[in-house]
């Protein structure tokens, strides 16, 4: 008699005797390494960024173990559908693959090559001067046999986990029972003891980071700053970035080449550190006793902005404010963490937003009490994560115009709704690196400063919002979504600075551009999240009374020389 249903599944999954083996020494299969080894040759592409040899091997190595597992995938599929090949297609499809798997990455890495010197080229770099195939090659196979074999760990862990179950439940229900509660299991331990300590020796080496004096920094000696005399926030409680941010920038004598006559005042900084108040509302409330401190209702500009993760303002933006108006401005900033944006980000996506609208609204607040007439013109600027927490204070495009008098956000990451929402709705026919949207009458996008005023001379209303993005930043087109679609900047023609021979592949995409987050800082100012020419920027959006384009070519040649 023929065994009862399921006796067969049962018996293969009883546990077997003796310790568990590891089984990196077994063969691998001839399909997981062809769609591996296909993966890793579509990984060789030109991505946004230059790569190293040894980032090019990493992201190699992962998709190429990405790839195995689905080959494996599928290899079990076919099984399942009891359709095996005869041993002489199989062992001809093994010597093929093992032939030809080498030679096609071969040919791919070569080509890569001319691919890196184009993207290198485009960003403004120059291109490495001498190949290194053996360290890609060598970093792809260790990342890749690593991974495979963790893989591999955890697939037999499973199956043991599986065999008892086997026993009273049918295979196809002890199978995943078995690979859900080793995943159970892994996740726990990573959680609770990887990733927790992972993240509290993060937290501690930046916490010690935080703490440093910039190397020649000292304590402003004027009241106009946080940190100098009188200042509610002490030098002691400003952070690293913060001592930067207040110890640093213009001073009469600099701003006098670039006033042309006009008088001249001290540029007011204000920065509260984590350290000054026990939540973000009390440090909002401690950044505007200093603004009122400072005097700094009483200038011609006070402009809010939030930080990145750690605390940092872009000096250069901050600079070309000031010589603008000659120095009757103030900037006023509220640190929230001191991790970098990426682990900020991760950790505590919404404290960046809270921070935005804390000391937005609590600045505002007191502004909209003063007399219309003496008021000075209220500005908003975020960079990276900090245009996600600056966006946030705000339900919309309308709402940005009702209560600034003008707004610069740059290198806005996809998690920014706002700057998703008018992309999104941009006008037809107008691509996503660059998009126009409501025909450019309120809002504009640019990569530099001759997207900003358009060719066909229709009128920019004010108050004026601008986005400053680059084609070639990864910060903003980094997206989950780029594991399995195809996005629009892919599909319509390429901004100026990325190859034209970068194409998305599942997978595969989303890891070249998760690598180029790595990088996105490394290239010329201009491209990647590199951004500059901030004098024209500012002028665009609320340039001072009288002011001329000759004006600003004049301040922008002394900042840039």
Request: aromatic share 8%; net charge neutral; glycine share 10%.
């Given at each position: 008699?023929?065994?009862?249903?399921?006796?067969?599944?049962?018996?293969?999954?009883?546990?077997?005797?003796?310790?568990?083996?590891?089984?990196?020494?077994?063969?691998?299969?001839?399909?997981?390494?062809?769609v591996?080894?296909?993966?890793?040759?579509?990984?060789?592409?030109?991505?946004?960024?230059?790569?190293?040899?040894a980032?090019?091997?990493?992201?190699?190595?992962?998709?190429?173990?990405?790839?195995?597992?689905?080959?494996?995938?599928?290899?079990?599929v076919?099984?399942?559908?009891?359709?095996?090949?005869g041993?002489?297609?199989?062992?001809?499809?093994?010597?093929?693959?093992?032939?030809?798997?080498?030679?096609?990455?071969?040919l791919?890495?070569?080509?890569?090559?001319?691919?890196?010197?184009?993207?290198?080229?485009?960003?403004?770099?120059?291109?490495?001067?001498?190949?290194?195939?053996?360290?890609?090659?060598?970093?792809?196979?260790?990342?890749?046999?690593?991974?495979?074999?963790?893989?591999?760990?955890?697939?037999?862990?499973?199956?043991?986990?599986?065999?008892?179950?086997?026993?009273?439940?049918?295979?196809?229900?002890?199978?995943?029972?078995?690979?859900?509660?080793?995943?159970?299991?892994?996740?726990?331990?990573?959680?609770?003891?990887?990733?927790?300590?992972?993240?509290?020796?993060?937290?501690?080496?930046?916490?010690?980071?935080?703490n440093?004096?910039?190397?020649?920094?000292?304590?402003?000696?004027?009241?106009?700053?946080?940190g100098?005399?009188?200042?509610?926030?002490?030098?002691?409680?400003?952070g690293?970035?913060?001592?930067?941010?207040?110890?640093?920038g213009?001073?009469?004598?600099?701003?006098?080449?670039?006033?042309?006559?006009?008088?001249?005042?001290?540029p007011?900084?204000?920065?509260?550190?984590?350290?000054?108040?026990e939540?973000?509302?009390e440090?909002?409330?401690?950044?505007?006793?200093?603004?009122?401190?400072?005097?700094?209702?009483?200038?011609?500009?006070?402009?809010?902005?939030t930080?990145?993760?750690?605390g940092?303002?872009?000096?250069?933006?901050?600079?070309?404010?000031?010589?603008?108006?000659?120095?009757?401005?103030?900037?006023v900033?509220?640190?929230?963490?001191?991790?970098?944006?990426?682990?900020?980000?991760?950790?505590?996506?919404?404290?960046?937003?809270?921070?935005?609208?804390?000391?937005?609204?609590q600045?505002?607040?007191?502004?909209?009490?003063?007399?219309?007439?003496?008021?000075?013109?209220?500005?908003?600027?975020?960079?990276s994560?900090?245009?996600?927490?600056?966006?946030?204070a705000?339900?919309?495009?309308?709402?940005?115009?009702?209560?600034?008098?003008?707004?610069?956000?740059?290198?806005?990451?996809?998690?920014?709704?706002?700057?998703?929402?008018?992309?999104e709705?941009?006008?037809?026919?107008?691509?996503q690196?660059?998009?126009?949207?409501?025909?450019?009458?309120?809002?504009?996008?640019?990569?530099?400063?001759?997207?900003?005023?358009?060719?066909?001379?229709?009128?920019?209303?004010?108050?004026?919002?601008?986005?400053?993005?680059?084609?070639?930043?990864?910060?903003?087109?980094?997206?989950?979504?780029?594991?399995?679609r195809?996005?629009?900047?892919?599909?319509?023609?390429?901004?100026?600075?990325?190859?034209?021979?970068?194409?998305?592949?599942?997978?595969?995409?989303?890891?070249?551009?998760?690598a180029?987050l790595?990088?996105?800082?490394?290239?010329?100012?201009?491209?990647?999240?590199?951004?500059?020419?901030?004098?024209r920027?500012?002028?665009?959006?609320?340039?001072?009374?009288?002011?001329?384009?000759?004006?600003?070519?004049?301040?922008?040649?002394?900042?840039?020389?």
């Amino acid at each position: 008699m023929g065994e009862p249903d399921g006796a067969a599944d049962r018996r293969r999954t009883r546990s077997p005797r003796g310790p568990l083996r590891i089984p990196l020494p077994t063969p691998l299969t001839a399909p997981g390494v062809a769609v591996g080894t296909a993966l890793a040759c579509l990984a060789l592409t030109p991505s946004l960024l230059p790569r190293s040899p040894a980032a090019q091997g990493l992201v190699c190595g992962i998709v190429a173990a990405v790839g195995y597992g689905v080959g494996r995938l599928g290899t079990r599929v076919a099984r399942r559908a009891t359709w095996r090949p005869g041993p002489h297609l199989h062992k001809a499809g093994r010597w093929a693959v093992w032939v030809l798997a080498p030679l096609a990455f071969a040919l791919m890495l070569t080509a890569s090559f001319g691919w890196q010197r184009e993207v290198h080229g485009l960003v403004g770099l120059e291109p490495p001067s001498g190949a290194s195939p053996l360290l890609i090659v060598a970093v792809t196979l260790a990342v890749a046999l690593l991974l495979v074999g963790v893989g591999r760990l955890l697939r037999a862990a499973a199956r043991r986990v599986a065999g008892p179950l086997g026993r009273v439940l049918p295979a196809r229900v002890a199978s995943p029972l078995g690979a859900l509660a080793v995943a159970v299991v892994i996740g726990a331990a990573l959680d609770q003891f990887v990733l927790r300590w992972t993240l509290a020796a993060i937290d501690s080496s930046f916490d010690a980071v935080n703490n440093e004096v910039p190397p020649g920094r000292e304590p402003p000696v004027t009241g106009m700053r946080s940190g100098g005399p009188g200042s509610l926030s002490p030098w002691d409680e400003l952070g690293v970035q913060g001592r930067r941010f207040v110890s640093s920038g213009p001073g009469r004598a600099d701003l006098a080449e670039t006033a042309a006559g006009r008088t001249v005042r001290t540029p007011i900084r204000v920065y509260v550190g984590l350290d000054s108040g026990e939540d973000l509302e009390e440090l909002a409330a401690v950044a505007v006793r200093e603004l009122e401190r400072t005097g700094a209702f009483r200038r011609a500009v006070l402009c809010v902005v939030t930080p990145t993760g750690r605390g940092w303002v872009n000096q250069d933006a901050a600079e070309a404010l000031e010589h603008l108006y000659a120095g009757d401005t103030a900037i006023v900033s509220m640190q929230y963490s001191y991790l970098p944006s990426s682990l900020a980000f991760l950790t505590d996506p919404e404290r960046a937003r809270e921070a935005g609208r804390q000391l937005f609204d609590q600045v505002h607040e007191r502004w909209a009490g003063l007399p219309e007439d003496t008021r000075p013109r209220l500005l908003v600027y975020g960079e990276s994560l900090g245009s996600t927490g600056a966006q946030a204070a705000f339900s919309g495009l309308g709402d940005i115009r009702a209560r600034t008098d003008g707004a610069l956000f740059v290198g806005p990451p996809q998690s920014n709704t706002l700057w998703r929402e008018l992309v999104e709705r941009r006008d037809r026919g107008t691509p996503q690196v660059l998009p126009t949207y409501d025909s450019g009458l309120t809002v504009r996008f640019a990569s530099d400063r001759s997207d900003v005023h358009r060719p066909d001379g229709r009128p920019w209303q004010a108050p004026r919002v601008l986005f400053l993005q680059h084609a070639s930043d990864p910060i903003c087109w980094w997206s989950p979504d780029l594991l399995f679609r195809r996005p629009d900047w892919l599909e319509e023609p390429r901004g100026a600075d990325v190859s034209p021979s970068m194409s998305w592949y599942p997978v595969v995409t989303f890891a070249q551009v998760t690598a180029d987050l790595a990088v996105g800082n490394s290239t010329p100012v201009g491209h990647g999240h590199r951004y500059g020419d901030f004098v024209r920027h500012w002028a665009a959006i609320l340039p001072p009374p009288g002011w001329s384009d000759a004006d600003t070519d004049r301040v922008a040649a002394v900042l840039d020389g």
